[in-house]
């Protein structure tokens, strides 16, 4: 098939659009093993907190009620298995992520936790969503979105697949507006986390690539403005940690 001209970032490099996901694909695959690990080394621990916060958002019903949840970019299931165990007996989460590798983690650690009946893992693609119109009453992405090469197409899936009074919850590094904290976070992002990664995985380059899409991430007013052209409504964002992450949410009404 001929590639298209487009162009986008992958971290700090140009690269064409249609080649951006294979490259995404690499990193995770490479870093999967290592990689709830290297959460927690790089945030230390904070990342935890910040997935608690999105969960509390979500709210899963404790009664019976049925409530199915879309985690895209699920990765290893970190977050589908917070929302599952908040929620009472009828929740599901669905985990969809593009990357096999990071599925299998996530499906063992499923079965280690008795939890497999209640996440189920799926891959697919967040541009190209299986699931039929409104068949989901929450959809949320953690950390997933800045590595989705087509972003609308991505927000534009997650409207369809929600319900009406449905809400799209996302979690994604944002930008730190604190004097003082961001001098600081800038020297951790380029100095530390690389060095950690090649500690810990091996493969400097996944975690040089994580700094820099997080810095060509969208700046989080205009990504609620993308959130809005999806067709969401009342889309407000929630600055974390002195802007380090936002959560973003927007609902369908
Ligand atoms: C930083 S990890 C986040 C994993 C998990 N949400 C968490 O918070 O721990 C990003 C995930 O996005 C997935 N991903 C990247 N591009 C994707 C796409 N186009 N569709 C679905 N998943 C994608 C990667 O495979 C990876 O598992």
Request: glycine fraction near 10%; hydrophobic fraction near 40%.
């Amino acid at each position: 098939m001929p590639r298209g001209n487009d162009q986008t970032h992958f971290g700090y490099e140009t690269v064409p659009l249609d080649d951006k996901q294979e490259r995404v694909d690499e990193v995770f695959h490479s870093v999967a093993r290592r990689y709830d690990l290297m959460n927690d080394l790089m945030s230390g621990g904070l990342h935890r907190a910040w997935k608690d916060a999105l969960v509390t958002a979500v709210n899963p019903p404790k009664s019976a009620r049925e409530f199915a949840v879309l985690d895209l970019a699920g990765g290893t299931g970190d977050v589908a298995f917070r929302i599952a165990q908040s929620g009472g007996h009828s929740t599901r989460v669905t985990v969809g992520d593009s990357n096999a590798a990071m599925l299998e983690v996530g499906q063992a650690r499923a079965a280690e936790r008795g939890l497999d009946r209640v996440v189920t893992f799926e891959q697919g693609n967040a541009e190209e969503l299986v699931y039929p119109d409104r068949s989901f009453d929450c959809v949320t992405i953690a950390f997933g979105i800045r590595n989705v090469p087509r972003i609308e197409r991505a927000l534009a899936q997650a409207y369809r697949v929600l319900k009406h009074g449905g809400r799209f919850l996302c979690l994604e590094f944002s930008s730190v507006d604190m004097p003082g904290l961001d001098a600081l976070y800038e020297l951790y992002s380029f100095q530390v986390i690389p060095r950690i990664g090649e500690a810990v995985t091996g493969d400097r380059e996944a975690y040089q690539y994580l700094v820099e899409s997080i810095r060509k991430f969208p700046k989080p007013k205009v990504f609620a403005a993308m959130i809005e052209a999806a067709g969401f409504r009342r889309a407000i964002f929630t600055p974390m940690t002195g802007g380090v992450v936002a959560l973003h949410s927007g609902w369908r009404l």
